[in-house]
């Protein structure tokens, strides 16, 4: 296992300096912010991040995310534009020696909070989900807005896009997904680049869109459009764990052993009803899930790629992006190194 912090670039408050006094800190997740979705990434630009994270005695690890267009989910006629468009990215990526690239396929928007900082009883602040909340949010308002988000929508172009997808049901997007990765993998699979998609968060229709990546079913799916190693997974503990249905560890075991795990999120979260959750410390008993179990089982099927702590809460008076401040997750990296440690030892 190799342990990863996400970091935003150079507009992120949290420094590369910073992220390398993290004990046991090996590489970045980060990717390129400043071209619109569905342009080819410059190779001047990912030489250029790839220099700046080595000069800081890291690694470039993982990409986080190549975001895909879409024209491609929908399935409109410029999804072939696109499309090459997201090989030729790989191609440039794998030239600077990239391995892992993230991605997901969700509708518009990525992952969705009702509650940027709600105030824990110890007096930090987490990113909360109430399923209730979120019903009675209009996007289109701009009721909700978060740092995954494209914020590059008008009101109208979401309005539009909304709107667009009220004719694609889960079997649409399902049939877009494999066209996307039929040729896509085949590039992957050319430049050695292993594609990993992150499931939907939360993992559930919200604003009546389809999500389509949310249990052991659908990654199994998943797996099977185009069977080849580089059609993979970041398996994401907070994402599905918000299910009580998807047993994490048992999910690790299952497709880690296929070799379809390409890279780890590893948060804890805590349901606190039907389709409502907190977001916790990374600390088992502060949470639902047990992250001993779930690091287990990485360690059990010998996991050699790339882990980063997810969201963190904000503490000690930290500002920043919510989820992702420099502390928590720093204490989260920590925690996580720790059981490792002790995995080790006890297995030797
Ligand atoms: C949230 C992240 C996601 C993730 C994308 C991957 O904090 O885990 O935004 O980066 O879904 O494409």
């Known amino acids: 296992m190799k342990m990863t912090f996400r970091w935003y670039g150079d507009d992120d408050k949290v420094t590369l300096d910073q992220i390398k006094q993290i004990p046991g800190m090996t590489g970045i997740v980060s990717a390129i912010y400043d071209i619109p979705v569905g342009e080819v990434w410059p190779m001047e630009k990912i030489t250029a991040l790839k220099e700046k994270i080595e000069a800081h005695g890291l690694e470039f690890s993982v990409i986080e995310s190549v975001p895909v267009h ?52 110890d007096g930090s602040n987490a990113l909360i989900y109430k399923h209730e909340t979120v019903l009675k949010m209009d996007p289109v308002k701009g009721e909700l807005s978060l740092p995954g988000w494209d914020s590059s929508y008008t009101k109208e172009g979401m309005q539009d896009l909304l709107e667009q997808y009220k004719s694609i049901t889960e079997e649409d997007l399902w049939n877009n997904l494999r066209y996307f990765l039929q040729h896509v993998i085949a590039v992957a699979d050319e430049v050695a680049i292993k594609m990993a998609i992150h499931q939907d968060d939360p993992p559930w229709s919200i604003f009546g869109l389809p999500r389509i990546i949310k249990n052991k079913e659908d990654l199994e799916k998943l797996i099977n459009l185009v069977d080849s190693p580089n059609n993979g997974i970041t398996l994401c503990s907070g994402s599905l764990g918000v299910d009580p249905n998807n047993n994490v560890p048992e999910l690790i075991r299952y497709f880690g052993k296929k070799g379809r795990i390409h ?22 008993e502060d949470g639902s899930l047990d992250m001993f179990e779930i690091m287990k089982a990485y360690h059990d099927i010998g996991f050699d790629g790339p882990i980063r702590p997810d969201h963190g ?36």
């Open 263 to 284: 890279f780890g999120h590893c948060r804890n979260v805590k349901i606190t009803g039907e389709k409502c959750f907190e977001e916790a410390s990374h600390r088992s």
């Open 70 to 121: 879409e024209d491609i989910k929908l399935g409109l006629p410029s999804r072939d534009k696109y499309i090459d468009n997201y090989c030729q990215t790989l191609r440039n990526l794998s030239k600077a020696g990239i391995k892992v690239v993230c991605y997901n396929f969700m509708p518009v928007f990525d992952w969705t909070r009702s509650e940027l900082a709600h105030e824990l009883p």
């Open 313 to 348: 809460r904000m503490i000690w008076g930290e500002t920043g992006r919510p989820g992702y401040g420099l502390y928590d997750r720093a204490l989260g990296a920590t925690y996580l190194n720790g059981i490792w440690e002790a995995l080790e030892k006890t297995n030797k």
